[in-house]
T-cell receptor, first 115, second 115 residues
Framework: GNSVTQMEGPVTLSEEAFLTINCTYTATGYPSLFWYVQYPGEGLQLLLKATKADDKGSNKGFEATYRKETTSFHLEKGSVQVSDSAVYFCALSPISSGSARQLTFGSGTQLTVLP | GAGVSQSPRYKVAKRGQDVALRCDPISGHVSLFWYQQALGQGPEFLTYFQNEAQLDKSGLPSDRFFAERPEGSVSTLKIQRTQQEDSAVYLC?????????????FGPGTRLTVL
């Protein structure tokens, strides 16, 4: 079956530090890949996504590249801010024709950025 | 426009009670998903609707869990004879199902605590 393995946290960084959160997946074919973020007290929000190999998703300074050869989708940001403190989830949806597909999530990585 | 809303936001139930959790998806969204998120874990798929049709209920953990979407918009997740292991955050997500998109938009969740 499908699965997502995510770097365990918590991760604590100083403001302006470089961030990497590792994510690898197991799936049949070439799924779509996502990063969702959950800020304190809020619901899950889509941060970025990539739908095919070598695609790069980017948003708010965050980037992730769909690597088929390593089945990975690592999240990076060059300079984190205090406001980036949140829980980050890597997820996939399987390849399928037609309608929307269920998401399989990793266990989440808690990021705390200190001023 | 309005996002996905869920009610109640918090629910405390005594073991053995029945509960009903409501989801209002984004207007016009065809697909609706329910997920269960245990403390410190990523969300796990429960069930999926396309309009009023429940196309996948493979993630429902037992026959005590029941979901419906009778008119293809609002959905209700019902849990009968609640157990302590049912304590979790229940998330609803909707998707427009337009060709080429599979982004799911999440509600804030209902936190269920079973005493």
């Amino acid at each position: 079956g499908n699965s997502v393995t995510q770097m365990e946290g918590p991760v604590t960084l100083s403001e302006e530090a470089f961030l990497t959160i590792n994510c690898t997946y197991t799936a049949t074919g070439y799924p779509s890949l996502f990063w969702y973020v959950q800020y304190p007290g809020e619901g899950l929000q889509l941060l970025l996504k990539a739908t095919k190999a070598d695609d790069k998703g980017s948003n708010k300074g965050f980037e992730a590249t769909y690597r088929k050869e390593t089945t990975s989708f690592h999240l990076e940001k060059g300079s984190v801010q205090v406001s980036d403190s949140a829980v980050y989830f890597c997820a996939l949806s399987p390849i399928s024709s037609g309608s929307a597909r269920q998401l399989t999530f990793g266990s989440g990585t808690q990021l705390t950025v200190l001023p | 426009g309005a996002g996905v809303s869920q009610s109640p936001r918090y629910k405390v139930a005594k073991r053995g009670q029945d509960v009903a959790l409501r989801c209002d998806p984004i207007s016009g969204h065809v697909s609706l998903f329910w997920y269960q998120q245990a403390l410190g874990q990523g969300p796990e798929f429960l069930t999926y609707f396309q309009n009023e049709a429940q196309l996948d209920k493979s993630g429902l953990p037992s026959d005590r869990f029941f979901a419906e979407r009778p008119e293809g918009s609002v959905s209700t997740l019902k849990i009968q004879r609640t157990q302590q292991e049912d304590s979790a955050v229940y998330l609803c997500a909707s998707s427009s199902d337009r060709v080429g998109t599979d982004t799911q938009y999440f509600g804030p969740g209902t936190r269920l605590t079973v005493l």
